[in-house]
């Protein structure tokens, strides 16, 4: 990101861009959630709350406030040509793997075309403001949660073996038609989320 000393005393909004989904959905997840929890990994793990949770297209960091315009321009660059399309969450996984899981995800299903699309728009569009395309290739997923970092060595072996054994999905479908820039703020209970724009998709 280009420097300009005039923002460093500029408030900085923690940020990113993401579907954000239905209540029908959320009410699935965070059941499926108490079923992993019911497994012995309720306190194993920082779960995301069933109102938080969010599909991430591109997390952006601390953004200056006089930047947000801009970003929503970009966004509005990105969705052109993408029509409304559907998806659906099924599967269930560790990220790096299930022997060291650090992440625990859900599976994206449906129109993951029409997703990696929208997703490597909105990457090109933003790399031209300064924010650099992800080095990983973008793999649609939705994080449940996190291993808590006390948690090492045997014992997180032991969790990633847990997940191995449950499954989770299909969920119900979902439309996309829109995509949200969203504000985190982080506090000891959690992240808060509060959405800062929104941009619909064509059609």
Request: hydrophobic share 40%.
């Amino acid at each position: 990101m280009w420097y300009n000393p005039r923002r460093q005393h500029m408030e900085q909004i923690r940020s990113f861009v993401a579907i954000e989904l239905n209540n029908h959905l959320k009410k699935e997840l965070g059941e499926s959630q108490a079923l992993l929890k019911s497994k012995g990994i309720a306190d194993e793990v920082r779960w995301v709350k069933p109102e938080g949770l969010h599909l991430t297209l591109k997390f952006l960091g601390n953004v200056p406030a006089d930047r947000v315009k801009e970003i929503v321009v970009a966004i509005t660059q990105a969705k052109q040509g993408v029509e409304p399309f559907a998806i659906s969450f099924g599967g269930l996984g560790c990220f790096p793997t299930a022997s060291r899981p650090n992440v625990i995800w859900v599976g994206v299903e449906g129109d993951t075309k029409s997703l990696t699309r929208l997703q490597a728009n909105i990457e090109n569009r933003l790399s031209v403001l300064g924010y650099p395309p992800e080095k990983r290739k973008y793999t649609p997923h939705l994080t449940l949660g996190r291993v808590a970092r006390h948690v090492k060595g045997t014992a997180r072996r032991r969790l990633g073996g847990v997940i191995q054994t449950q499954s989770i999905g299909p969920l119900g479908e979902m439309k996309v038609r829109e995509v949200s820039l969203i504000k985190s703020d982080l506090s000891p209970a959690g992240a808060k989320y509060a959405r800062l724009a929104v941009v619909k998709l064509e059609g």
